[in-house]
T-cell receptor, first 114, second 115 residues
Framework: AQSVTQLGSHVSVSEGALVLLRCNYS??????LFWYVQYPNQGLQLLLKYTTGATLVKGINGFEAEFKKSETSFHLTKPSAHMSDAAEYFC????????????FGDGTTLTVKP | EAGVTQFPSHSVIEKGQTVTLRCDPI?????LYWYRRVMGKEIKFLLH??????QDESGMPNNRFLAERTGGTYSTLKVQPAELEDSGVYFCASSQWGEGARGYTFGSGTRLTVV
């Protein structure tokens, strides 16, 4: 069984400030972990993923996330927020099989203030 | 390459009516998934096709939902009869065989409103 908890349904930061979106997961098997982003009126876009290997993964638009097995966390960060980062972000976990049935968190809406 | 296409983008129907949602995956993607987001909550898995076969339909809410994937290409999701609680955003996603666990390409979703 798998589950994902995203801490904070809404996060607000100032432009140029650090972005930190929190994600904790549980999984009975080694997980694959993902962050997706949804901009208004668009579909979900894969931001980054952890499968195996390096635990710090870099994604598009300057985002990165670190897989911490001991903390069962996969927090998403960006050093400096841009107005264009305003969107809804989803953390997801899936088992490392082709089935790829993912379990998603509730989502976190990021607001960037000028 | 063309992305995952879903239509309609919005549908408003009355309780008891039938609605059919369509998804065209990326050409060559054997894996096709349907997910649903209800009332701004988490995105929940509905089912997974590998080519034309249903690999996992454990997330289908009840027998009012019927999914098909003709010839392993496009897929339809029919809701008959629709109930108020079926309102939400229905997402389709696809991936290549063997890559299902490595992340999907999603469509823009169909927003279904049952009144």
């Amino acid at each position: 069984a798998q589950s994902v908890t995203q801490l904070g349904s809404h996060v607000s930061v100032s432009e140029g400030a650090l972005v930190l979106l929190r994600c904790n997961y549980s999984s009975s098997v080694p997980p694959y972990l993902f962050w997706y982003v949804q901009y208004p009126n668009q579909g979900l876009q894969l931001l980054l993923k952890y499968t195996t290997g390096a635990t710090l993964v870099k994604g598009i638009n300057g985002f990165e996330a670190e897989f911490k097995k001991s903390e069962t966390s996969f927090h998403l960060t960006k050093p400096s927020a841009h107005m264009s980062d305003a969107a809804e972000y989803f953390c997801a976990v899936s088992p490392n099989t082709n089935a790829g049935k993912s379990t998603f968190g509730d989502g976190t809406t990021l607001t960037v203030k000028p | 390459e063309a992305g995952v296409t879903q239509f309609p983008s919005h549908s408003v129907i009355e309780k008891g009516q039938t609605v059919t949602l369509r998804c065209d995956p990326i050409s060559g993607h054997d894996n096709l998934y349907w997910y649903r987001r209800v009332m701004g909550k988490e995105i929940k898995f509905l089912l997974h096709f590998v080519k034309e076969s249903k690999q996992d339909e454990s997330g289908m809410p009840n027998n009012r939902f019927l999914a098909e994937r003709t010839g392993g290409t496009y897929s339809t999701l029919k809701v008959q009869p629709a109930e108020l609680e079926d309102s939400g955003v229905y997402f389709c996603a696809s991936s290549q065989w063997g890559e299902g666990a490595r992340g999907y390409t999603f469509g823009s979703g169909t927003r279904l409103t049952v009144v």
